[in-house]
């Protein structure tokens, strides 16, 4: 506990220095959200009225004073006020999280089920074929852009072949089955860069395991390669592809902001799109803290994870 404690305190000045720099890059963009609004209203707007507005938005007030109220009502989960949706913040980002959240979570489970096994596979069998057939496939989808691997998605799986929807979303608590369908390509596009990335990083852990001396020993004592990767091998190669695990959060949702856009997919990354676009401070502001608290969550599961794979972490 007093280890949790530690890290999640260590994490506070990440949050504190990133909300900083969002919330000042967010007004440094040329733009102007209030003039935005009306502009869409299609006529004349007094200046009267735009002073209205900046006052009930808070943005005609110093940008320290304007940082420190939203730190404030933040922590009493106030978010503010869409400018651009006219709604509290969380009504519109809290419907958001359950899409991004679940392609990410597939997403990260295929990629683990199909790197894992391979890079293992290749280290085991280095210099071969099947490592050399590997090592090509991994540089192709490390290499190959979001955009180009959903719309390779679309134009053969849902297009060509019919297999599965081309974009929309649909609720695992509607309709479970028709949600996975609506999923399962997004989900695919985001696998592709994670596990070119896991792959390479197993391949590189699993050969560098491979030679220690325990198991050599393991191999001398007559068993079997199998049970050397998985019995011996598996808890020290493990470690910086857990890393790797953590660290790729970000890249993540930096990729759900591309697929979910081919996609139609309602998510967060395509609301931060939007926001960016509208000039939408609050939630833009709100998002990129949420991002920023799940990264940094992800990377403390990686050092509770640390003490699972490692005895000697939970010594230390």
Do not use: C
Not at 65 to 70: D, K
Not at 158 to 186: C, M
């Amino acid at each position: 506990m007093l280890f949790i404690l530690k890290r999640v305190l260590a994490a506070i000045p990440v949050i504190i220095m990133t909300s900083v720099i969002i919330f000042l890059l967010m007004r440094l963009l040329p733009g102007d959200p209030i003039m935005m609004i009306a502009g869409e209203a299609q006529s004349d707007t007094s200046p009267e009225v735009i002073a209205q507005l900046r006052q009930q938005y808070g943005l005609d007030r110093p940008l320290y004073v304007q940082y420190v109220a939203w730190v404030e009502r933040a922590l009493s989960g106030d978010f503010g006020y869409s400018v651009y949706n006219r709604q509290p913040v969380l009504d519109v980002v809290l419907p958001r999280i359950l899409p991004t959240l679940q392609i990410g979570l597939m997403a990260w489970v295929l990629a683990v089920l199909i790197s894992v096994p391979l890079g293992a596979y290749s280290a085991v069998r280095l210099n071969s074929w099947t490592d050399w057939v590997g090592t090509v496939f991994s540089m192709i989808g490390a290499a190959m852009p979001y955009f180009l691997a959903g719309g390779l998605l679309i134009y053969l799986v849902a297009l060509r072949w019919g297999l599965l929807p081309a974009s929309g979303y649909v609720s695992p608590f509607t309709d479970p089955l028709e949600s996975l369908r609506t999923t399962i390509l997004p989900a695919l596009t985001l696998t592709f860069a994670l596990t070119a990335v896991l792959t390479r990083q197993s391949r590189s852990s699993f050969a560098e395991v491979l030679n220690y001396p325990y198991i050599r020993t393991a191999r001398a004592k007559g068993l079997s390669e199998r049970g050397v990767v998985v019995k011996h091998a598996f808890r020290n190669a493990m470690l910086p592809i857990a890393t790797i695990l953590g660290l790729q959060l970000g890249t993540m949702f930096s990729g759900a902001v591309v697929t979910e856009t081919v996609f139609a997919i309602p998510g967060m990354g395509r609301l931060l799109v939007n926001a960016i676009l509208s000039r939408d401070y609050a939630v833009v502001q709100a998002v990129v803290l949420f991002i920023t608290m799940a990264v940094v969550f992800a990377n403390l599961l990686v050092d509770l994870a640390y003490g699972l794979l490692d005895p000697r972490t939970r010594q230390g």
